[in-house]
């Protein structure tokens, strides 16, 4: 039995392989938006709530999502390990979506609408719950488990591709806007 629920992840390998070089990449983009962002500011400080609250939690996904494939690469000897290990990931995460809600009603920078709402606390807070369900049933009954870590891994994927370009459009319409208006 344990060599069955082992062998499941074997087939999962193609899978993760793609999307930890996808959270990679754009990890790394993230960086690209970052430095946009200070060279459109001026400076980083008069920033930092609104980065703290909406592009911080846009690389904890993608590298939430690079950790979840390097976890499920490893070569686990029994099913319970791993899902040890994804259930403590999955609460990190839900404590991390906590303090970017308590991040975004503090920041001063911008008025979160509905949509950042969904997307950078809602959506995320479901994934991680998610995440934390399918640690707990990942020992017992690994297909069910494997296919509900890949929808998390697929869901923060693009939660994360959502929030990068909302940050990059709020830098180029907004930022530059009001910079363009004060060098009149």
Same mark, same amino acid.
């Given at each position: ?5 082992? *062998? ?16 990679? @990449? ?8 970052? @430095? ?36 499920? *690469? ?6 319970? =390990?791993?899902? !040890? ?5 999955? !609460? ?9 809600? +308590? +991040?975004? +009603? +503090? ?45 998390? @891994? ?8 959502? =929030? ?13 806007? *009001?910079? =363009?208006?004060?060098?009149?």
């Amino acid at each position: 039995m344990r060599e069955a629920g082992i *062998s499941f992840l074997t087939t999962w390998q193609n899978f993760y392989v793609i999307i930890g070089t996808a959270a990679a @990449t754009l990890t790394g983009l993230m960086f690209v938006v970052m @430095t946009l962002i200070a060279g459109v500011r001026g400076q980083v400080t008069s920033a930092s709530g609104g980065i703290a609250a909406f592009g911080s939690p846009t690389v904890v996904h993608f590298c939430l999502v690079l950790l979840v494939a390097a976890m499920l *690469s490893a070569p686990w000897q029994a099913l319970w =390990n791993a899902g !040890l290990l994804f259930g403590l990931t999955g !609460l990190g995460g839900l404590i991390y979506v906590i303090i970017v809600l +308590r +991040r975004t +009603r +503090r920041q001063m920078d911008y008025q979160p609408v509905l949509e950042d709402w969904l997307w950078y606390t809602i959506f995320p807070l479901i994934s991680y719950t998610a995440l934390l369900v399918a640690a707990l049933l990942l020992p017992g009954q690994p297909a069910a488990a494997l296919f509900i870590i890949a929808a998390v @891994t697929v869901s923060l994927l693009f939660t994360g591709i959502h =929030n990068a370009w909302d940050n990059v459009l709020y830098i180029a319409i907004e930022l530059s806007g *009001s910079q =363009n208006k004060s060098q009149d």
